[in-house]
C-alpha cells in the first residue's frame, strides 16, 4: 500500500498493512519549511503519511481569515471598510474599530489591543484572536444578519476557477506521489465565536435561539458553496473544525437541536461527492459520540488522551467511525520523554488500532521543532512503526 492507500483503507475501517501516521497540525515542522512542497516532503522523508491539502498554504502567510483555511473570504464589492484607533476613558488598552459598511447597514467591531496583539493597528474578519479581546463583535440582533450577507458571500465563478488553477499543481502532486488529498477546512459555530462571541453564543442559545439558528444556517449554506468548489476536485477527504461545538459550548440536546442540522448537510454533500468526511474536534466530546456516529462522520479528528476515555471511544465508534489521533502533543509529544512517547504511542495502538479504522497523531498540533521535540517525533514514528507491523 501507499500512503493514500494505507489513510483511506483506515478511514474505511480496515486494516491497512501497517498504521498510517499522519499528523493533524505539525506548526514547528511548517515553520521551518521554505514552501508548502518542502512542509509535504519534510513529512514523507520523517516517514509520516502527509496529507496533500487544497488550496496550499504557504508557511508563515496571515490574511483576514487566517483561522479558516480553504477559499479566499471575499466581501461583496459594495461593502466599503474603515479602520482606526480610540484610546477611551477606562480602558487600559488602545481600542482597535473596524468598521464594514455595506447597503443593509453598519457592522462594527471593536477590540482591546492587547500586547501580544499580532495584527498592528488591523482587525482581521475571522481569527481565534478575536474572541478572548473583542468589546463589541461584529453582530450583536438579528437585524445585524442582512448586513452580514454582504460579507458571507459565495465565491464567484472567477474566484472558483482561480482556486482551481492555484490547486491544480497540489491535487497532481497528491496523485503522483500517492499521498492523501484533503480540502477544507468547513466551518460552523467556529465561526460564531469570532463574530458574535463565544460566551455571547451560550446565553444566545437559551435567550435568542432564532438568532442562532439564522446565523447557523447562514454560515452553513455559505460553508457549502465553498465546499462543492473544493468538494468538485475530487479531494479524498473533506474536513470540518469544529472546536468550539464541543461540550464546553453545547449540550448532546442543544448540539440536536443547532449543529447536528447543519452538519449532517455537510456529510451527505461530502458523501455525495464521493468524499469522507472528517470531523475535527479535540476535547470534550464524549457525550456526543452516539450523535458523531449516527449522522455519518466518517474520521473523527483529534483523540486525544487527555480528557478522552480512549476505550469507551473505541466501544463506541469502533466499526462506525475512524479514530485520528491517539497521543497528546503538548504534554507528551512537545514536553515528554522519549519513553512517555513510546508507551502513550503503543497504548494508543492496543486500544484504538484493533479491527481497524485507526490514524496515529498528536493530538492536536506539534508547535515547536527543537532537538529534543524532534528526537520525540522520531521515536512516535518509530513506535508506531513497531507495533503496526
Known amino acids: 500500500m501507499n500512503s493514500r492507500e494505507r489513510l483511506s483503507a483506515a478511514i474505511d475501517l480496515k486494516e491497512p ?21 518542502d512542509f509535504i516532503q519534510r513529512q514523507v522523508a520523517l516517514g509520516l503519511d502527509a496529507c496533500v491539502q487544497i488550496p496550499p498554504r504557504q508557511p508563515g502567510v496571515t490574511n483576514d481569515h487566517y483561522n479558516l483555511h480553504g477559499l479566499p473570504v471575499n466581501y461583496d464589492p459594495s461593502v466599503r471598510i474603515e479602520e482606526w484607533v480610540e484610546t477611551p476613558v477606562g480602558e487600559q488598552t488602545p481600542i482597535l474599530v473596524k468598521e464594514y459598511h455595506t447597503p443593509a447597514g453598519c457592522l462594527r467591531a471593536e477590540v482591546r489591543r492587547t500586547n501580544d496583539w499580532p495584527y498592528g493597528e488591523h482587525v482581521p474578519f475571522l481569527d481565534d484572536y478575536l474572541v478572548p479581546r473583542s468589546r463589541r463583535f461584529l453582530v450583536e440582533e438579528p437585524a445585524d ?9 459565495e465565491p464567484t465563478r472567477e474566484e472558483i ?40 453564543m451560550l446565553y444566545a442559545v437559551y435567550d435568542q435561539p432564532d438568532l442562532v439558528h439564522g446565523m447557523l444556517a447562514m454560515i452553513g449554506d455559505w460553508n457549502r458553496a465553498r465546499m462543492r468548489a473544493m468538494l468538485e476536485l475530487g479531494v479524498d477527504l473533506y474536513i470540518k473544525r469544529a472546536w468550539y461545538e464541543n461540550c464546553d ?9 443547532f449543529i447536528a442540522p447543519q452538519l449532517k448537510q455537510d456529510i451527505d454533500l461530502a458523501h455525495e461527492f464521493g468524499s469522507r468526511f472528517g470531523y475535527l474536534i479535540t476535547s470534550n466530546v464524549m457525550p456526543l459520540l452516539d450523535q458523531i456516529a449516527e449522522l455519518g462522520v466518517d474520521v473523527l479528528i483529534g483523540v486525544d488522551p487527555q480528557g478522552w476515555d480512549l476505550d469507551m471511544t473505541k466501544g463506541k465508534l469502533g466499526g462506525k467511525v475512524c479514530l485520528w489521533g491517539g497521543v497528546n502533543g503538548h504534554l507528551t509529544v512537545e514536553q515528554g520523554s522519549t519513553e ?34 524532534r528526537e520525540n517525533v522520531l521515536a512516535l514514528i518509530d513506535e508506531a512503526n513497531r507495533q503496526g507491523n
Open 340 to 373: 512517555e512517547v513510546r508507551r502513550e504511542v503503543r497504548e494508543a495502538i492496543e486500544t484504538l488500532a484493533p479491527g481497524g479504522g485507526f490514524i496515529l497523531s498528536p493530538v492536536d498540533n506539534v508547535r515547536e521543532f527543537t532537538p529534543a521535540i
Open 145 to 153: 444578519l442582512e448586513a452580514l450577507t454582504f460579507l458571507l458571500t
Open 17 to 37: 498493512t501497517k498504521i498510517p501516521c499522519s499528523f493533524m497540525l505539525f506548526k514547528g515542522l511548517w515553520a521551518q519549511s521554505k514552501d508548502y512542497l
Open 161 to 200: 476557477a482561480d482556486f482551481r488553477a492555484k490547486s491544480r499543481s497540489a491535487v497532481d502532486y497528491a496523485a503522483q506521489q500517492g499521498l492523501l488529498l484533503t480540502g477544507g477546512w468547513g466551518v460552523g459555530a467556529d465561526l460564531i465565536g469570532w463574530i458574535f462571541g463565544l460566551q455571547n
Open 249 to 257: 459550548f453545547w449540550t448532546p440536546g442543544t448540539f440536536k437541536q
